[in-house]
């Protein structure tokens, strides 16, 4: 099947209010460019300067989403154009982008990267430091960012019940931190591999490369 045809049928079959994001690492341009001119507008990246370079090369209506680990010293180079930081991991790292979008004067959506998987080499906060840091009062100056939900990622395995254990582990915090937090409208969880089961388990955004691109 072609990248349009792949990504139309995965387009139809999802929710109205779930938002895909074509997770495009290490796909040429000419293949983006098919699933933009399917109608995608949502790509998401794990690495800045591969990020910027598909963005200064491509339709400006495009929203990016960085989707990967954070380098701070590779904020500066997101900041004006990114719409989306998936994987804000440490309060550093909320600093440096609030820093770089005072500069800009822009202002900057991130969600905090909650680690639910059994495997020791996924970032992110566990509960109880989300909850530390959005209390904070390091955080409750920050002018220039806006952390607008969650994401997490599940173990790598075919363990349908211990995916289905850890999504519902990050829904379960969602709904406890978005009443104290009304700009909390996305939870990010989800690929190409388990994002039915996320949907089911209550995901807003999903993040699918293979089942679009194919595999790298």
């Not at 200064?56 to 997101?78: L, R, S």
Request: aromatic letters at 8%.
């Amino acid at each position: 099947m072609s990248i349009a045809s792949q990504l139309h049928t995965i387009q139809q079959s999802l929710p109205s209010e779930v938002t895909l994001v074509a997770v495009s690492k290490t796909k040429p341009i000419p293949d983006l460019m098919e699933a933009y001119a399917t109608g995608q507008r949502v790509f998401g990246e794990n690495k800045i300067q591969e990020m910027t370079e598909k963005w200064q090369a491509m339709p400006k209506d495009i929203e990016w989403h960085m989707i990967g680990h954070v380098q701070t010293n590779k904020v500066k180079y997101m900041v004006p154009y990114v719409k989306l930081i998936h994987g804000v991991d440490s309060l550093k790292l909320l600093l440096e982008i609030n820093r770089h979008a005072v500069r800009w004067r822009k202002h900057i959506s991130c969600l905090l990267q909650v680690h639910i998987a059994e495997e020791d080499t996924k970032f992110g906060f566990d509960a109880a430091e989300v909850s530390a840091l959005l209390q904070s009062e390091e955080y409750k100056v920050l002018t220039n960012v806006h952390v607008i939900g969650l994401m997490g990622m599940a173990s790598y395995t075919d363990q349908q019940d211990q995916i289905k254990r850890e999504f519902d582990q990050l829904k379960s915090l969602y709904d406890t931190l978005a009443p104290q937090y009304p700009q909390f409208t996305t939870l990010s969880m989800g690929m190409s591999g388990d994002y039915a089961l996320a949907i089911a388990c209550g995901s807003t955004m999903v993040r699918i490369g293979s089942s679009i691109f194919g595999t790298r």
